[in-house]
């Protein structure tokens, strides 16, 4: 798997690990459709 880069080309495995979060939660996160009731809101 490639690692993932933010908008500001920080790895995503750095601001995972800053802000003490795993990376499981996060890519199941990523994977999800968004909704049109998330778009409009």
């Known amino acids: ?3 993932l880069v933010d908008d500001d ?3 995503v495995a750095v ?3 800053v802000l003490k979060l795993s ?3 996060y890519y199941r996160w990523r994977k ?3 909704t049109k009731s ?3 809101g």
């Open 23 to 25: 990376r499981q939660p």
């Open 9 to 11: 080309g920080i790895p």
């Open 15 to 17: 601001s995972l690990r």
């Open 32 to 34: 999800q459709q968004v």
């Open 1 to 3: 798997m490639t690692e």
């Open 38 to 40: 998330e778009l409009i």
